[in-house]
Nanobody, 125 residues
Framework: QVQLVESGGGLVQAGGSLRLSCAAS????????MAWFRQAPRKEREFVAA????????YYADSVKGRFTISRDNAKNIVYLHVNSLKPEDTATYYC??????????????????WGQGTQVTVSS
């Protein structure tokens, strides 16, 4: 069992930056693929970024490429999402997710077993 707790969200002006963190419990964190999804009001939850178990491979939605960076610290059981050049359309609740790493399907939420409660990011224009 893995428990995930997100933090770091907030209100920021367009063009600003935040660092989202996801702290994970459990001794098997380093074997899990980790991802960030987001959900805006009245919209489906969508993939943002993912990272494999070692941190050696990362994946991004086209809408955030070049602006967001996912990373992980397996010694601390934490995954980060650095969000830069924020736009009003990035406003959403951001969720951390975890799954056993099978080497594929990183962008599909159906494959993720564990979810955090989310952290709100609001970008003002």
């Amino acid at each position: 069992q893995v428990q995930l707790v997100e933090s770091g969200g907030g209100l920021v002006q367009a063009g600003g930056s935040l660092r989202l963190s996801c702290a994970a419990s459990g001794r098997t964190f380093s074997t899990y693929a980790m991802a960030w999804f987001r959900q805006a009001p009245r919209k489906e939850r969508e993939f943002v970024a993912a990272i494999n178990w070692s941190g050696g491979s990362t994946y991004y939605a086209d809408s955030v490429k070049g602006r967001f960076t996912i990373s992980r610290d397996n010694a601390k059981n934490i995954v980060y999402l650095h969000v830069n050049s924020l736009k009003p359309e990035d406003t959403a609740t951001y969720y951390c997710a975890a799954r056993g790493d099978t080497g594929n399907n990183y962008g599909y939420r159906v494959f993720y077993q564990y979810w955090g409660q989310g952290t709100q990011v609001t970008v003002s224009s």
